[in-house]
């Protein structure tokens, strides 16, 4: 998952921006959440691989 809006409290792999660990505190959960929640259709049900798909490559 690429973002570049995180702060860098964020655990991000520093080559690809890519998310590495979820944080362990709520509010940068919600962040997260709310940003891959962003990605996705709206209404649409999703399986495991295809939100992992989405929220890996957006």
Do not use: C
């Amino acid at each position: 998952m690429a973002f570049s809006v995180f702060p860098r409290s964020f655990s991000l792999d520093g080559t690809n921006g890519l998310l590495v660990k979820f944080p362990l505190k709520e509010k940068q959960r919600l962040i997260i959440l709310f940003e891959v929640a962003k990605r996705l259709e709206s209404g649409r049900i999703y399986n495991g691989k295809e939100l992992n798909h989405e929220a890996n490559n957006g």
